[in-house]
């Protein structure tokens, strides 16, 4: 029932910065755990950032000191700030929503997906 519509990739030349958009569905935006992930051709998804409902904020090595996450929950939105990018980072963006009720299941949706491709 949650639907993930991410945007803002495209193409940048290595050193330059783009930011991601995943706007979400839903009136329980402000509860979810947000993440971005990203596939490259012949490796596995892997995590990117996340944000948690309380802030808190998870990074892999290869994006520390270069990306930023954040939310927006007025705007069920969140953001991938991408700076000083390698063509390393050349992959498919995805956004994904964790929830979980309280004794109950988790829920995990997924966006599509955006590419983004750093030129050297």
């Known amino acids: 029932q949650v639907q993930l519509v991410e945007s803002g990739g495209g193409l940048v030349q290595a050193g330059g910065s783009l930011r991601l958009s995943c706007a979400a569905s839903?009136?329980?935006?402000?509860?979810?755990?947000m993440g971005w992930y990203r596939q490259a051709p012949g490796n596995q998804r892997e995590l990117v950032a996340s944000?948690?409902?309380?802030?808190?904020?998870n990074y892999a090595d290869s994006v520390k000191g270069r990306f930023a996450i954040a939310r927006d929950n007025a705007k069920n939105t969140v953001y991938l700030q991408m700076n000083s990018l390698k063509p390393e980072d050349t992959a498919v963006y995805y956004c994904?929503?964790?929830?979980?009720?309280?004794?109950?299941?988790?829920?995990?949706?997924w966006g599509q997906g955006t590419q983004v491709t750093v030129s050297s």
């Open positions: 994904k929503a964790l929830t979980r009720i309280r004794d109950g299941p988790t829920y995990r949706y």
């Open positions: 839903g009136s329980t935006f402000s509860i979810y755990t």
């Open positions: 944000i948690s409902s309380g802030g808190n904020t």
